[in-house]
């Protein structure tokens, strides 16, 4: 939730790369956006509502200047409005503040900010806000620039991410505790960003921010801090593997519609290059005593496929519980427990509790990520990469079949049969690739033509298909608004039956299982009270109107039902007119609980 940007180097129009930086960005939060430049005459700040990737750089050629600071934001202190919107400043906005994360302790901090300056003295209704007038106060008692930082830095409750920025001082200052941040290094340029993708065009060596760090940066040197003791720590260069290419659209309208397609290659892949860490983990899972999948969104889901996965190939018992609701399981959670974290960003707050709590009771952490360097990977013994690449559009596609891969080898590798896994998801991945055509999407599209005007959606499933129609279900209502809901086929007649009006769209997932014939029972249901049937299944049935026929994959069929899912919701989405990337409300890193 909301992308820092911030450079330092011998660029005198540093405020573009801080534009082209957040536009990078955007994923992380999109309601309003602001930049900073250092410039002779102190500051050129410009704050707006909006998506900054509607603006134009030439805007902002004229403020030159070697530092500057961009923000792009997703409210949640104050509403959305350009005062609300980052960078901050104190009373003679000689400091500038961008910040991720929450202050817990805002209300607080605000009193003692009015007791010194008054209660003018504020111009928005962030939590932010606080930030650059406490400093100011430190520095009006007389300490430095850095001093005062790192003062104010110990007040905050909460997690943040930030940068400051002093008219009079040739440094710049970025500290980490709990929200993401990350320090690209180039030839005499130093970029912070809140995720990599913000500065890969210039550099993909980096130093990972630890929580409790502080950095200062000038033109020619970066020291790194503890922030309580003010220790200097030594910080290891690492490289990012990933290339700038695979984070763009590609030619693509959308990064949504490009990541679907980037699923043709995908599965092999994650196939390939997990193998020996999916052996390692395997290890550690066959000794635990219990074990959890915690996980949001997408990822949760995939974390209850993971679930009827190990249950159906391993025989092993997992529960998969979504980690906002961790407290659930907390009292089973012992030294013989292992909770292995699904997410794809590696920086969902929620899921981060709950690695703290089963911390506590001594659990083991383990994790399926795709971010590299991700606070859910530096929290983890282990961790398991799932290798999709940079995934920027806010609804999870390719991620979710590359940690669908990942636990699929996962129950193999459990009972000694990885080969076997790798082998059968291999097969998969390249039917799928000779099955995600252009034909296909047009197919889907014309289907989706029929549909688009209706409010209300239905998709039933059962087994493995159960979580993946709650999948398809969030697909659809996150990019297209529909009001769409997923359940098991046998829930049907418990309820949701009452709903179906003549013409209400039910897609239905079948796979050529042993429950097929359940599901096609409930799809004939659906269908007697007037229900308009897309079925999504390796052969069609008499019973569906419409039929996006997959390839038939056995036990990895659910992706290729997922996958044609993921491009229904696509097509809703854009046939109604919508911006599949950046729906409303959401962001795709959700850093707060
Ligand atoms: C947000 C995103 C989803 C994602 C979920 C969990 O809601 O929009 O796409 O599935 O967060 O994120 P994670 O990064 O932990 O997988």
Redesign the pocket.
């Given at each position: 939730m909301c992308g820092i940007f911030a450079y330092v180097g011998n660029d005198n129009q540093s405020v573009l790369k801080a534009v082209r930086g957040l536009k990078d960005l955007e994923y992380r939060g999109y309601d309003s956006w602001g930049v900073a430049v250092k410039t002779p005459q102190g500051f050129f700040i410009r704050k707006e509502t909006g998506k900054i990737s509607n603006i134009p750089e030439t805007d902002f050629e004229k403020h030159e200047g070697t530092m500057s600071i961009g923000h792009t934001r997703w409210a949640t202190h104050g509403g959305v409005s350009a005062y609300n919107a980052h960078p901050h400043f104190n009373r003679d906005k000689s400091l500038v503040v961008v910040h991720n994360g929450i202050i817990e302790n805002h209300d607080a901090l605000r009193e003692e900010i009015a007791a010194v300056f008054g209660n003018d003295v504020f111009r928005s209704e962030t939590d932010t806000e606080v930030i650059p007038l406490l400093i100011d106060i430190c520095m009006e008692r007389g300490l430095s620039f850095e001093n005062a930082f790192t003062e104010v830095c110990k007040k905050l409750h909460g997690r943040f991410a930030f940068v400051a920025l002093h008219k009079d001082e040739p440094y710049m200052l970025a500290a980490r505790d709990g929200s993401p941040l990350v320090m690209g290094l180039a030839e005499g340029e130093y970029f912070i960003a809140s995720d990599t993708p913000a500065f890969l065009d210039y550099t993909n060596e980096v130093y990972f921010f630890d929580n409790g760090e502080y950095a200062k940066i000038s033109k020619d040197a970066v020291t790194f801090f503890n922030l309580l003791s003010g220790n200097h720590v030594e910080k290891k260069k690492e490289k990012i593997l990933w290339e700038k290419e695979s984070a763009s659209k590609g030619g693509h309208p959308h990064f949504m519609l490009k990541e679907i397609l980037d699923q043709r290659e995908l599965i092999e892949n994650t196939v390939r290059l997990g193998g020996p860490a999916v052996s390692k983990a395997a290890q550690t899972l066959e000794k635990a005593d219990n074990i959890f999948f915690t996980?949001?969104?997408?990822?949760?889901h995939m974390g209850m496929v993971g679930e009827y996965l190990f249950s159906r190939i391993a025989k092993k018992s997992v529960q998969a519980v979504y980690a906002a609701e961790f407290d659930k399981v907390l009292p089973f959670i012992n030294k013989q427990s292992l909770v292995c974290g699904?997410?794809?960003?590696?920086?969902?707050a929620d899921?981060l509790e709950a690695f703290k709590t089963t911390k506590k009771k001594g659990g083991k952490i383990m994790s399926v990520i795709?971010?590299r360097g991700s606070s859910?990977e530096r929290e983890s013994f282990l961790s398991v990469p799932v290798n999709a690449g940079p995934e920027r559009a806010?609804?999870?596609t390719k991620?979710?079949t590359a940690q669908f891969t990942i636990l699929t080898l996962l129950a193999y590798a459990l009972i000694g049969k990885r080969m076997q896994g790798e082998k059968k998801l291999t097969n998969a991945s390249h039917a799928i690739k000779k099955w995600l055509t252009q034909e296909l999407l047009i197919h889907i599209s014309h289907i989706v033509e029929t549909i688009k005007h209706n409010e209300d959606l239905y998709v039933i499933g059962k087994s493995v298909n159960y979580p993946i129609a709650l999948e398809a279900a969030l697909k659809i209502k996150?990019v297209s608004y529909i009001h769409a809901e997923g359940f098991a086929a046998g829930e049907l007649k418990h309820g949701t039956l009452a709903l179906i009006e003549k013409g209400t769209p039910c897609v239905v997932l079948v796979s050529n299982d042993e429950y097929k014939q359940d599901v096609l029972n409930a799809a004939q249901e659906l269908k007697a009270r007037g229900a308009t049937i897309i079925g999504i299944s390796p052969e069609a049935h008499p019973v569906f109107d419409h039929t996006i026929v997959t390839p038939d994959l056995e036990n990895e069929t659910p992706m290729a039902l997922m996958i044609s899912s993921q491009i229904l919701a696509y097509y809703l989405a854009t046939l109604r007119g919508l911006d599949p990337d950046k729906p409303r409300n959401?962001?795709?890193?959700?850093t707060v609980k």
């Open positions: 996980a949001m969104g997408t990822a949760a699904i997410s794809q960003s590696g920086e969902t899921l795709n971010v859910a806010v609804a999870s991620a979710a996150e959401l962001a795709k890193s959700v």
